[in-house]
C-alpha cells in the first residue's frame, strides 16, 4: 500500500481517493482536512471516513 506525507499528496497522486473524497459530505471533508497530516493512505482515508460518518469521531 502506498503512503504519502499527507493528504494533499494522496489526493493529487491518487484518483480514486480524490474521488471518494469529492463524495463525501461536507462536514465530513472539513473534519478529514483537519487532520491531513495523520491521512497518509487511501486506506486511512477510508478508515476515518467510515469512522466519521458512523459519528465514532
Not at 33 to 49: E, H, M, P
Amino acid at each position: 500500500m502506498q503512503h504519502y506525507s499527507d493528504l494533499n499528496t494522496l489526493l493529487c497522486s491518487e484518483p480514486e481517493a480524490k474521488h471518494y473524497f469529492d463524495t463525501l459530505p461536507d462536514y465530513a471533508r472539513e473534519q478529514i482536512s483537519t487532520r491531513a497530516g495523520s491521512v497518509n493512505s487511501f486506506a486511512s482515508l477510508k478508515d476515518y471516513a467510515q469512522n466519521i460518518l458512523r459519528g465514532d469521531d
